[in-house]
Structures are given as structure tokens and as C-alpha cells.
């Protein structure tokens, strides 16, 4: 069965990076989009970008564009996204979920919070 | 950025009631739009694709339906473990966006 198994919860000072993983099991890991989402309490659910792993082509969200790097490493079967200069704008929980468009697997979740 | 509202925010049912989502698109996006249903502290789970496209291991109870920029999921007759935060996106138009979400409770 397919399976997105996330990185567990990151506690991160102001303005340094955080690199947060999403192994996928279940499925041909090269042949499927993988797009990350941002969720925080009160701004629903934001699309960070996506990375294709089969081509390494990746899209970002305008607004995410320098704060997000998405990469994938195919002999593991893993997605990784790095945020960059965190500021507590950027404590959220964050998911990974295969496909473009309708995303029909999801990983459990990222928590990351910002906090000196 | 294409904007989705959804109305309202709040529903409260009692089981074995029928209950519909509205989600409303700030300019037409065909029938580009998908249904998620989250539960307390899970994760985003597919619900409906491309409007009214079932999904494999969803129930039948849920449904549905629209295009152009009004859409609406419902549910047939709502069992308690349907509590949860209802959401849409549309991928019509990069980027996708999602709805705000309208969360489901018991009377």
C-alpha cells in the first residue's frame, strides 16, 4: 500500500534552516509528482510547490520562491524540503502528498516551530 | 491567485442527516476542483476529484457535484465519524489553492 513517512517534529531557532523528509513506499517513487503543503491554525492549507522526482523538475509557489528547496533522492525513495531563514511565520505543520492536482496520498505531517 | 470560499463555516447535524459543502471559485475553473476531508490531527484525506470523480475506498455517501465556480460535496446521511474540517482546492490555475475549510460537528 502506498505510504508518505514523514520526518518527525523539529523545535528550530529564528533564522536558521530546517530540512524535513518524506520516505515513499508502495509505489514507483519516480514516476509521481510530490507536492508539499503548509498548514497553519487560521491560513488553511497552502501549496508550497512540487518536485518531480523521475526528472528532478521542480515549481514553487510564488510565494515560497527562496524560502522552500525541494529535492528528492531516488535511491531512497525520499523527498526532502529545506525552509530557509525560519521566522515564527514559518511554525506550521507541513505535509507531503503524491500527485498534481488531486493529491491522493498524504503523509502524516511535519510539525516545525520557530522559537528561541 | 484563484480564491475558493466556502460557506459556511460552521455546519451542525445530527446523524442520519444529509449535508452539503459549498465552495465558490473567484472565476471559473471548469470542473477542476477536489474535495479533502481532515480529521482532528490527521492528515488531508481525498474525498471526491474533478468534482464529482469518486475515489477508490471512499464511501458512497459521499458525492459531488458543479463546475464553472460553484461546487458542492455531499453527504448522503452523516455518521459520527464524519466529524471533521472539510476543504476544496482547484488546480485549474497554478498555483492551487485551497479552500478555508468548513468544519462539520454534531448537533
Known amino acids: 500500500q502506498v505510504q508518505l513517512q514523514q520526518s518527525g517534529a523539529e523545535l528550530v531557532r529564528p533564522g536558521t534552516s530546517v530540512k524535513i523528509s518524506c520516505k515513499a513506499s508502495?509505489?514507483?517513487?519516480?514516476?509521481?509528482?510530490l507536492g508539499w503543503v503548509k498548514q497553519r491554525p487560521g491560513h488553511g492549507l497552502e501549496w508550497i510547490g512540487d518536485?518531480?522526482?523521475?526528472?528532478?523538475?521542480?515549481n514553487y509557489n510564488e510565494k515560497f520562491k527562496g524560502k522552500a528547496t525541494l529535492t528528492a533522492d531516488t535511491s531512497s525513495s525520499t523527498a526532502y524540503m529545506q525552509l530557509s531563514s525560519l521566522t515564527s511565520e514559518d511554525s506550521a505543520v507541513y505535509f507531503c502528498?503524491?500527485?498534481?492536482?488531486?493529491?491522493?496520498?498524504w503523509g502524516q505531517g511535519t510539525s516545525v516551530t520557530v522559537s528561541s | 491567485d484563484i480564491l475558493l470560499t466556502q460557506s459556511p463555516a460552521i455546519l451542525s447535524v445530527s446523524p442520519g442527516e444529509r449535508v452539503s459543502f459549498s465552495c465558490r471559485a473567484s472565476?471559473?475553473?471548469?470542473?477542476?476542483i477536489h474535495w479533502y476531508q481532515q480529521r482532528t490531527n490527521g492528515s488531508p484525506r481525498l474525498l471526491i476529484k474533478?468534482?464529482?470523480e469518486s475515489i477508490s475506498g471512499i464511501p458512497s455517501r459521499f458525492s459531488g457535484s458543479g463546475s464553472g465556480t460553484d461546487f458542492t460535496l455531499s453527504i448522503n446521511s452523516v455518521e459520527s465519524e464524519d466529524i471533521a474540517d472539510y476543504y476544496c482546492?482547484?488546480?485549474?490555475?497554478?498555483?492551487?489553492?485551497f479552500g478555508a475549510g468548513t468544519k462539520l460537528e454534531l448537533k
Open positions: 502528498a503524491r500527485g498534481r492536482g488531486a493529491m491522493d496520498y
Open positions: 508502495g509505489y514507483t517513487f519516480t514516476n509521481y509528482w
Open positions: 518536485i518531480y522526482p523521475g526528472g528532478g523538475y521542480t
Open positions: 472565476q471559473s475553473i471548469g470542473t477542476s
Open positions: 474533478y468534482a464529482s
Open positions: 482546492q482547484q488546480s485549474n490555475s497554478w498555483p492551487t489553492t
